[in-house]
């Protein structure tokens, strides 16, 4: 089976997708996929599933939702289930399966060594490949669990990392023009991230648009301002004076990629 936690929950196993309904066996379910192979203990799980409000019969309701959850995930050729009871919790085992999520890592580390090599073109499909593997909002309305909580956080990171490394990419490539549509959205979308402006006004800059370039810098210092009380990072400030200057090394400018 092939667990899939890079947007809506699902398993998918040959050409069949599952899904779960109920959101606390979701819930549940989650929790394991993100402690695979870890043993979580049932105060962990019931803090997920109910936070600080528990219900009288709450170990009882937990013993419950293991037991659908194992019920979903059977499966008649399998001789053990991969939810597995320890004596200090619960064990999603992973045995042969695999997670979507160890896949866009190993291809996201892949591109990253490939950046680092200048070897830009495999490079960008590692990169692609990995954001390939999304297909939505990551656990959506799961609740506000500390680990669930913590991972959609840490998740979200990563993903913009790995885009940020991909638009650096493209911008090795000289694919400069073609980036200027995303990375308007995505400035859009998460304005206090500094890379994306910089991106941004490097590939305007290389496509002979420099008010605009400029113009995006503005936008950037004001937004800091207005929400942080913060000037624009040091990288963010020298690429304003190499545009104003018409500093002839931005045509080779690299955007630093993440280490």
Request: aromatic share 6%; glycine share 6%.
């Amino acid at each position: 089976m092939r667990y899939e936690i890079l947007g809506p929950l699902r398993v998918v196993d040959g050409h069949n997708h599952s899904f779960i309904s109920a959101q606390k066996v979701e819930t549940l379910f989650a929790v394991l996929l993100i402690c695979a192979e870890q043993i979580v203990s049932p105060t962990q799980l019931m803090k997920e599933l109910w936070g600080d409000q528990l219900p009288k019969r709450a170990t009882a309701g937990l013993h419950v939702y293991i037991s659908q959850l194992r019920k979903f995930l059977h499966r008649p050729h399998r001789q053990q289930n991969p939810v597995v009871t320890q004596q200090t919790g619960y064990v999603l085992r992973m045995g042969t399966d695999t997670l979507d999520l160890h896949t866009f890592s190993d291809l996201a580390a892949q591109g990253r060594a490939l950046a680092k090599d200048h070897c830009y073109e495999p490079a960008a499909d590692r990169f692609e490949r990995a954001l390939s593997l999304w297909h939505g909002p990551v656990l959506a309305n799961l609740g506000n669990g500390p680990i669930i909580d913590g991972f959609t956080t840490w998740l979200t990171e990563t993903r913009m990392e790995c885009q940020e490394m991909l638009t650096d990419v493209h911008l090795h490539l000289g694919r400069h023009r073609e980036l200027i549509g995303p990375l308007y959205s995505l400035t859009c979308e998460y304005p206090l991230r500094e890379t994306l402006y910089r991106q941004l006004m490097l590939a305007l800059y290389r496509s002979e648009r420099k008010a605009d370039a400029l113009h995006v810098y503005q936008r950037a210092r004001r937004t800091l301002n207005d929400e942080l009380g913060l000037e624009p990072c040091r990288a963010l400030r020298d690429l304003h004076q190499a545009v104003l200057a018409d500093d002839q090394r931005l045509s080779l400018l690299a955007v630093s990629t993440a280490g």
